[in-house]
T-cell receptor, first 115, second 117 residues
Framework: DADVTQTPRNRITKTGKRIMLECSQT?????MYWYRQDPGLGLRLIYY???????NKGEISDGYSVSRQAQAKFSLSLESAIPNQTALYFC??????????????FGPGTRLLVL | AQSVTQPDIHITVSEGASLELRCNYS??????LFWYVQSPGQGLQLLLK??????LVQGIKGFEAEFKRSQSSFNLRKPSVHWSDAAEYFC???????????????FGQGTILTVHP
């Protein structure tokens, strides 16, 4: 089984709808992240969480919210979806390692289309 | 602020040819550097990483990368490309010890690799 899973893998929704993307991991990592990928822009950080009680905004958090339900689960919500939130969304987890030598491991992604 | 530039948006090579994908970074300290690959319809897979020590790093699938501090570069290489290497490749810079170590990776724009038979 995959270490980092994301559901759904594909989603089509309409403008104004609330949707939730879910991420689960079996790696036992405390740190989890949500990124979005747009063509030509690479990946940009939306939110990150260092443990269940620690949640922080990334560089593009407007229009998004997150919930860290447990060490293994980190959900991303779009409160009122808009077309420019159409993108590929990735969840990642990491172990901080020693001396900051942190490696992130990514899920398979959720492709979201907002009409 | 840290930044990463991948100058080549799209590269085409013939199967069996050598490959070099360029990555230049801007960072105020010794960087941690990563290369990830995204195959069509797949997530990101870690190819290799550099934290310190030997500047030539070996990764999976026959890839290697060389950290050159003087050129602020971390180019990815493979001596002989296979058709299955066709994918998008991302270079990323990560936080280092002593910095604001909140785990933020800064990614380049990506390079799409096409392999001709």
């Amino acid at each position: 089984d995959a270490d980092v899973t994301q559901t759904p893998r594909n989603r089509i929704t309409k403008t104004g709808k609330r949707i939730m993307l879910e991420c689960s991991q079996t790696k036992g990592h405390d740190r989890m992240y949500w990124y979005r990928q747009d063509p030509g822009l690479g990946l940009r950080l939306i939110y990150y969480s260092f443990d269940v009680k620690d949640i922080n905004k990334g560089e593009i958090s407007d229009g998004y919210s997150v919930s860290r339900q447990a060490q293994a689960k980190f959900s991303l919500s779009l409160e009122s979806a808009i077309p420019n939130q159409t993108a590929l969304y990735f969840c990642a987890t990491s172990d901080p390692g020693t001396g900051g030598r942190e490696t992130q491991y990514f899920g398979p992604g959720t492709r979201l289309l907002v009409l | 602020a840290q930044s990463v530039t991948q100058p080549d948006i799209h590269i085409t090579v013939s199967e069996g040819a050598s490959l070099e994908l360029r990555c230049n970074y801007s960072y105020g300290a010794t960087p941690y550097l990563f290369w990830y690959v995204q195959s069509p319809g797949q997530g990101l897979q870690l190819l290799l990483k550099y934290f310190s020590g030997d500047t030539l790093v070996q990764g999976i699938k026959g890839f290697e990368a060389e950290f050159k501090r003087s050129q602020s570069s971390f180019n990815l290489r493979k001596p002989s490309v296979h058709w299955s290497d066709a994918a998008e490749y991302f270079c990323a810079v990560g936080p280092t010890a002593g910095g604001t170590s909140y785990g933020k990776l800064t990614f380049g724009q990506g390079t799409i690799l096409t392999v001709h038979p």
